[in-house]
């Protein structure tokens, strides 16, 4: 692996532990600077449900509680764009009541949420590309839980 590759692998597992961090304290601050105005969302084990920055952000902040760490990260770069797979392990993910007003009939209840992702292994793939100085990621799909 080149140096470069390596700084870039380097940098967007800070991210995403910065990410992880950031849901901790509920610092959504770090979602405007690091989501692109652009920002598509999608999700397997939700299918149809695509949301805008907005909501992904108004979303993120009904978790009330998260205990996760990550356990891989890879990654891919082309042309200035960054492909990445996030491998993350859930022990424990808590939603407000509220997060199906913010992301519609389609999303699981909280407590069928909580049953989808305790103690499981979530797979997310994203793009990633530099607005300035700062990476924001623009392509974001959970691809689903696994024991």
Known sequence: MSVETQSVTDRIT???????????????SWF???????LSISTHPVPGLAVSKAQFIEGEKMIETLKAQT?????????????????VKIEEEK??????EVYGPKFPPPD??????????????????KNGDIWQCFDHHMIGPSN
Do not use: P
């Open 14 to 28: 800070q991210l995403y532990g910065e990410w992880i961090g950031a849901l901790q304290r509920k610092d959504y």
């Open 32 to 38: 405007e600077r690091h989501m692109a105005e652009d």
């Open 71 to 87: 356990l891989a990260v890879h990654t891919h770069a082309v042309n200035g764009i960054v492909v990445s797979l996030w491998v």
């Open 95 to 100: 939603v407000n009541e509220r997060i199906r």
């Open 112 to 129: 069928v949420f909580a049953a989808l992702t305790r103690n499981k292994t979530m797979a997310y793939v994203d793009a990633w590309r």
